[in-house]
Structure formats: C-alpha cells, structure tokens
C-alpha cells in the first residue's frame, strides 16, 4: 500500500510512452523521470490482469479496467497475465483509484530494485 517513486526500466513500452509525452524525460538511466505509484501487489500476492480488469488474490480493483485507446487514440499497450504469483523481487505498481492512470495494467511488473524511495504523505491542518 505504499506509494514509491522508481524508475522505469528502458523497455520499448516506456520509450514509446516517453515518445507519447505519458513521462518526461528525466535522472533515471535511459533519461527517463521518475514515476510515482501505489504498490497493489507484492511478494507471494496472485496477479491477474485481464481485459475486464486487475484481481489481485481473487479479487477485483476498482477502477482498474485497462482501457483500450488514449485519449488520442492510439491503442494503449497490452499486459495480461492469469493467476500469477508474484516473486520476491517483483511488484504491481498501480494510480489509486484512477482509471486512466498509466501503469501496471499496460507496462506490467517492476522489480523491487526500480524503488528510488517511499513517498510519505504529509497531512496539514
């Protein structure tokens, strides 16, 4: 449930999203900018990312329906994967509760060595 901030690896998804302005270049290796997400899913969790929608441990994620075209339509790239264990070094990063965030759903799993930092929020009264 964390929120973390990683770089993205220098697979063609991210270049292409880079090329299509989804992230800005950036300090990360293959001058990409950090991204910031929530951790869904993590060691030992099952995974599931279908066309109807993300279920982590048999279980649906609101909001989590990937889309099929951006809002320029163009198709969004494709991550599907059925009833997946999750290994030791691997993680689904995901946009709270945001149905157009890009994320796991279209470029998949990010290793645990992408995490630059945990974000922790700061709440003023």
Do not use: H
């Amino acid at each position: 449930g964390d929120y973390v901030m990683f770089c993205p690896p220098g697979e063609d998804v991210f270049v292409e999203a880079r090329k299509r302005g989804y992230l800005s270049p950036g300090q990360c290796d293959g001058n990409f900018s950090q991204m910031m997400k929530k951790i869904l899913a993590a060691k030992n969790d099952r995974v599931s990312v279908t066309k109807n929608g993300v279920y982590i441990n048999s279980k649906l994620i609101p909001f989590s329906k990937p889309i099929a075209k951006d809002g320029t339509n163009r198709p969004m790239p494709v991550f599907r994967v059925e009833d997946y264990q999750l290994k030791d070094d691997e993680l689904l990063l995901m946009g709270e509760d945001n149905p157009i965030s890009w994320d796991g759903r279209y470029y998949g799993l990010v290793k645990v060595t992408q995490i630059r930092t945990v974000v922790y929020p700061v709440y003023i009264y």
